[in-house]
């Protein structure tokens, strides 16, 4: 007993640290926001934020948590020799799945082998450009034929609430791909394998970053007073909102008033 407990206990650690050494990377590469008052893709308040672009222009911190990620995932990942078509969810995931796939494919496969592909989904959009809150993978790239009833795997860079992966896992089921797992390089709200319905997510940083949903809970920056940051995130989008709302309440109560 005394033994296991020592093994696990050594796994957790070496987890841990390559969990530590990813946020570092993070760090360095200056893309890691605190103590500030930012509104999240969910509409959450985040006294943290992880911006990933900044992390993108690091391609040093950027190809070494993309081997991280895909080493985490050739170890663990259950049917990963599998694979052959990694799917990014969004543009902004491109970079990161396209590395994983690169690393992956250099460990699967051999030269004479077919390669693992890289291809990715897009939110669609309406005619007058507004997202429909729908993925598709666009006609004009033909992507849907490279993913159509093949073995594929998602690589996310950062989630809270799995909603997008979720709806690019019916998009894939939808023609006929099988989707063996997801990874993940911030799984930030503990979106699990359960809940997205997949055999496995692997994630390379766990660590949660406190999130406040102002219609659920009240929230410490709110209540400090902390001006929204309308740089980062959906901070502008809101304070537009309000601002819209604010001037319509005052435009009623001032008709009210005649
Ligand atoms: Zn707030």
Not at 10 to 20: K, L, P
Not at 32 to 44: E, I, K
Not at 225 to 239: Q, S
Not at 242 to 251: K, S
């Amino acid at each position: 007993m005394a033994e296991l407990q020592r093994q696990r206990t050594r796994i957790a650690t070496m987890h841990d640290g390559v969990e530590v050494a990813a946020l570092a990377q993070i760090e360095r590469a200056k893309a890691l926001f605190r103590n500030d008052h930012f509104v999240g893709n969910s509409g959450a308040h985040l006294p943290d934020y992880f911006h990933k672009d900044w992390l993108y222009r690091s391609t040093r911190a950027t190809e070494a948590l993309a081997s991280d990620l895909a080493r985490k995932i050739a170890i663990k990942g259950k049917r990963i020799p599998e694979v052959d078509v990694i799917v990014a969810p969004e543009k902004g995931a491109i970079i990161l799945s396209h590395l994983v796939a690169k690393y992956l494919d250099r460990r699967f496969r051999q030269e004479c082998e077919p390669e693992i592909l890289s291809v990715y989904a897009e939110k669609e959009k309406d005619a007058d450009g507004k997202d429909t809150g729908r993925f598709v993978f666009s006609d004009k790239r033909l992507y849907r034929d490279t993913v159509a009833g093949k073995k594929v795997w998602l690589i996310e860079d950062v989630t809270t609430t799995g909603g997008s992966i979720e709806r690019v896992i019916e998009l894939c089921r939808g023609l006929g791909a099988e989707v063996l797992g997801v990874g993940v390089l911030w799984n930030r709200g503990g979106t699990t394998a359960e809940k997205l319905g997949v055999p496995e997510v692997i994630s390379l940083i766990e660590t949660r970053l406190p999130a406040y949903d102002p219609k659920m809970e009240p929230c410490p920056m709110c209540n400090a007073g902390t001006p929204i940051n309308e740089k980062l995130g959906h901070g502008k989008k809101y304070m537009e909102t309000r601002r819209a709302g604010a001037t319509e309440a005052l435009r009623k109560a001032h008709d009210a008033s005649m």
